[in-house]
């Protein structure tokens, strides 16, 4: 095997495979990225039984071969090498690569063990790499984090006709992204680990397009992939049943109150300083204003006001700060309409692009209050 390539094709194809990668894989193969040379160019894979990877780089292959690599210490070099051309060779059991003046010699594992990667399903719809991303981005911060309830780490998704829906609640918060897209299957759904729809998604933004592809609820296996110019990944399901979640979200609401987002971060973050992370932001809402509060006691305290539009009768709530933070970011606009039902339920939060514009209710990120002492 013998190819050349340019340095940011292949650190950029290493890169993507590399997310297929175990650190503790159960057999010593699944280490590696498997390297294939053939006529149509070089093809990169990695895999760890769960989620798998594959990239296709363009390079100018003098000889045919496959060998099997360490995936980390490839990656490790693809990033570090010189911006020159990269030439691969396979002598004996090790792979010789050169850069300029930089030469490394990497020893081989064994190819005939490496197991064979799952077929990508047929494609479900399609959609731009940049609102893939924005999308994926604003749920996935809404998962939970604790491995001991799986069905909670995922991104719910589901297809109705050309309405593609991303959800994910950690039970003290729930994001809800709504988006059109182009869609030949009328409805599936799937449960993807938000950890690996959030890389996918992060190392596909700005592609023209990315297609999605769900296996048949009757497939053997219950896969969801992604693939785009070259790219292509696909993981495997979580077993489970994602909790119902619409009946979450309000239909009908006590007041509404309408704020800045920046003005709004920035006072959330100064009045937190003196509160830790897990401790209620108090947060009192009147016509015209609204006070942020935090410590009690003789503890450190801090206040702050800010000019605000609200509409309905007057209540005091208390939020999780960082959770906080994580909607007004996700909202992605100018301003955000905060919606409540009153001072002990669930506010959602929504964007809106100016103080008298339309509501963007394609995105909603629903907050569970925190008890407080006075």
């Known amino acids: 095997m013998r190819f050349i390539v340019e340095r940011d094709a292949l650190a950029d194809g290493v890169m ?5 990668l175990s650190a503790r894989p159960i057999m010593p193969v699944l280490l590696g990225v498997l390297i294939n040379a053939d006529k149509k160019g070089v093809h990169l894979s990695g895999y760890d039984l769960e989620t798998s990877g594959k990239a296709e780089v363009v390079a100018d292959v003098k000889e045919e071969g496959t060998v099997l690599v360490s995936g980390k210490l490839l990656s490790d070099i693809a ?15 090790r792979v010789s690569v050169i850069s300029g003046s930089a030469k490394f010699a990497l020893p081989t594992l064994s190819v005939s063990d490496y197991p064979n990667l799952p077929e990508l399903p047929s494609e479900t719809g399609r959609l731009s790499g940049d609102l893939f991303a924005e999308a994926v981005g604003q749920v996935a911060i809404a998962a939970g984090k604790d491995d001991s309830l799986p069905v909670l780490t995922g991104v719910y998704v589901e297809i109705e006709e ?8 950690d039970r003290y918060r729930l994001a809800v992204r709504e988006l059109n897209w182009d869609a030949p299957r009328a409805s599936a759904a799937a449960l993807i680990r938000a950890r690996t729809l959030n890389e996918a998604a992060k190392s596909l933004a700005g592609v023209k397009s990315v297609s999605i592809a769900l296996a048949a609820a009757t ?21 489970g049943t994602f909790p119902p979640y619409r009946h979450l979200l309000p239909s009908e609401r006590s007041a509404t109150a309408v704020v800045e987002v920046a003005p709004f971060v920035d006072s959330v973050r ?16 009147n016509p015209g204003a609204l006070t942020l509060e935090a410590g009690v006691g003789d503890d450190a305290q801090a206040t702050e006001e800010l000019e605000i539009a609200f509409d309905g ?18 909202v992605n606009s100018a301003y955000v309409e905060i919606a409540f039902t009153g001072g002990s339920k669930p506010a959602v939060l929504s964007g809106k692009s100016s103080a008298d514009g339309e509501s963007d ?7 569970m209050p925190m008890r407080y002492s006075s």
Do not use: H, Q
Not at 16 to 20: F, N, Q, T
Not at 313 to 330: C, H, K, Q, R, V
Not at 361 to 367: A, Q, T, V
């Open 16 to 20: 993507w495979v590399s997310r297929s």
């Open 79 to 93: 990033r570090a090498l010189p911006n020159k051309p990269v030439t691969f060779s396979l002598d004996g059991n």
């Open 162 to 169: 050309n309405k593609l829906i991303l959800a994910a609640t």
């Open 219 to 239: 497939a053997t296996e219950r896969l969801i992939g992604f693939a785009s110019e070259g790219k292509v990944m696909t993981s495997r399901m979580l077993d």
């Open 270 to 285: 100064r009045v937190a300083l003196v509160a830790d992370k897990t401790v209620p932001l108090r947060l009192a809402f």
């Open 313 to 330: 009768e007057a209540l005091s709530i208390a939020f999780n700060p960082t959770f906080l933070l994580d909607g007004l970011a996700a």
């Open 361 to 367: 209710f394609s995105y909603r990120y629903l907050l």
